[in-house]
């Protein structure tokens, strides 16, 4: 069973306390160590690698999380109805289950508390250096040198970037926001103190958060306004509870643990098979007859079923799970709203058919700023090189995790390793598990630098490519799978078992190692 919130929290503080003390003790060490390896951690990539790393027998690292506790978009993420989209059981590690999940989706809440108990149960607190918000790393020769906000400078051989996809918050600039006189949130950084009950909400947004938000500000709130920029696809999210009964076996009985977690992983599979292929025979007679019947079920109004209706085929975007984001939008004091934005005013703004709409509270449920895959981190590597000037002409990088031009870097959740039908956790595995392979293979050679080679990266993106042309994610839609120039530079564009399979079989001549 896992500890209770407050429990993980003190003893995450007692841990952070004793890191902290260790690594002012050891300072003097970290400036001119040259085999340690720093991990700019995000949540569960971070954590992913760091286990993968201990049990190859390579412990000579630490994480750096920016902030106070770890969890990344799940701490982040606490807006009212905020849940995950994939099935709890596989949102997990396959090596660390957990029996006490209390719905087929998991609430944020309840995922946060599964990070800090792996931080526990895998004895990384001690390793996590909080308050360590990474500003630049700049090859140095033989190393890195990363340099935080604060001003502190540390030194290591192996850099690994586990900063995720999804936590830098996007804002579009919208014309006479800073005239609005109520109050703006962003879903990622909602105030838990804010009292919207009997409020007039506007949601900028239709898309996966909102489609959690809207029905529990439509409980309470005098008016809710969802502004809609475009449709997107919905499926039925059939999420239930799980009874005490149920968990209890589940923890009794762990292979019924491992039988719902195969059960799903090979049930996304076959989704993917059956949906996101161009070739799959299967993918309009079953999810776009699913989404359209659960569109026609859910809506009864002729008006706003044709709002709701997307011009795009199913899986282009990122398909949508809810239950309740229709019926919600059919309650009296819910407007779904398809005109642009002109502009705001000090109390609401104004639409571009004319129309005027109050607000007390503008929700940006505007996602999130996807193509920074290093964060705000600044990175520069030989001859000056920095990663924006390497990815000019697209992102992209060896197997989701190395990088031409850049010896000793490393990527968790890198270009094409996100999933549009399953977890991301099965894909973290994947890449944790090659990372640790390929610095174990240089530690036992006694290699200190290790570089892919260009020909090498330059075939694993032809192959991405060749993928990605099958699929519908190509089809003339926008989404935050691709780029400004329509690059799709996300999306893993085969099964999450081409992923696995093709990273433990990856032969490690494609880097050079080099003292």
């Given amino acids: 069973m896992l500890p209770s919130a407050s429990q993980q929290v003190v003893a995450l503080n007692e841990a952070r306390e004793k890191a902290e003390a260790a690594n002012n003790a050891k300072s003097e060490i970290l400036a001119v160590a040259t085999h340690d390896l720093k991990n700019p951690l995000s949540a569960l990539s971070g954590m992913a690698a760091a286990i993968a790393l201990d049990r190859a027998g390579i412990d000579d690292f630490c994480l750096l999380e920016k902030a106070g506790d770890v969890g990344g978009t799940w701490r982040d993420n606490q807006y009212p109805g905020a849940c995950c989209d994939v099935p709890s059981h596989l949102y997990c590690f396959s090596y660390e289950p957990n029996p006490d999940w209390t719905r087929r989706f998991a609430p944020a809440r309840e995922i946060h508390a599964y990070q800090r108990h792996v931080m526990h149960a895998y004895d990384l607190c001690d390793r996590c250096r909080g308050g360590f918000d990474v500003a630049s790393a700049r090859w140095d020769g033989g190393g890195w040198t990363v340099t935080s906000r604060q001003g502190e400078s540390l030194r290591a051989r192996f850099l690994v970037s586990a900063v995720g996809a999804l936590h830098l918050p996007h804002k579009p600039d919208l014309p006479g926001l800073d005239r609005f006189e109520g109050r703006v949130m962003h879903s990622a ?24 938000i ?40 762990p292979f019924l643990q491992k039988l719902y977690r195969w059960r799903q992983y090979q049930f996304n599979d076959l989704l993917f098979r059956a949906n996101f292929s161009r070739r799959a025979s299967l993918r309009k007679a079953y999810a776009h007859r699913l989404a359209r019947r659960h569109l026609e079920r859910s809506v009864t109004d002729p008006e706003l079923r044709s709002q709701l209706t997307p011009d795009y085929p199913v899986g282009c975007k990122r398909v ?5 984001y229709l019926p919600a939008l059919q309650r009296k004091n819910v407007d779904l709203v398809s005109d642009g934005i002109d502009g705001f005013t000090p109390s609401g703004l104004e639409t571009t058919d004319g129309r005027s709409i109050e607000a007390d509270l503008v929700v940006l449920a505007t996602g999130f700023r996807t193509t920074r895959l290093f964060g ?56 944790a598990g090659y990372l640790a392979r390929l610095l174990r293979h240089a530690t036992d050679r006694g290699a200190g630098r290790i570089t892919v080679r260009p020909e090498a990266e330059a075939e694993w993106n032809r192959y991405i490519r060749d993928g990605l042309a099958e699929t519908v994610w190509t089809a003339d839609c926008r989404s935050w799978y691709k780029d400004a120039a329509g690059r799709i530079f996300s999306l893993w564009p ?21 003292s």
Avoid at 194 to 206: F, I, L, Q, T
Avoid at 217 to 245: H, K, M, T
Avoid at 392 to 417: C, E, Q, T, W
């Fill in 376 to 431: 705000e981190m600044a990175i520069e590597g030989p001859g000056g090189l920095t990663i924006e000037e390497a990815w000019a002409g697209g992102i992209r990088a060896h197997r989701s995790v190395a990088i031409k031009d850049f010896p000793n870097l490393f990527m968790m959740y890198g270009p094409n390793s996100n999933l549009g039908h399953s977890s991301i956790l099965v894909m973290l595995e994947a890449q």
């Fill in 189 to 212: 950084e909602w105030d838990p103190d804010y009292d919207w009950r009997d409020k007039h909400v506007v949601v900028v947004g239709s898309a996966a958060s909102a489609v959690q």
């Fill in 320 to 324: 949508l799970l809810s239950d309740d």
């Fill in 214 to 253: 809207v029905p529990k500000l439509a409980e309470s709130a005098a008016r809710v306004s969802v502004l809609q920029r475009s449709p997107n696809w919905i499926l039925p999210r059939r999420d239930r509870a799980y009874g005490a009964f149920e968990r209890e076996l589940l923890c009794q009985l």
């Fill in 494 to 514: 085969y099964s999450t078992r081409h992923f696995e399979r093709d990273l433990r079989s990856a032969p490690l001549d494609e880097y050079t190692f080099s």
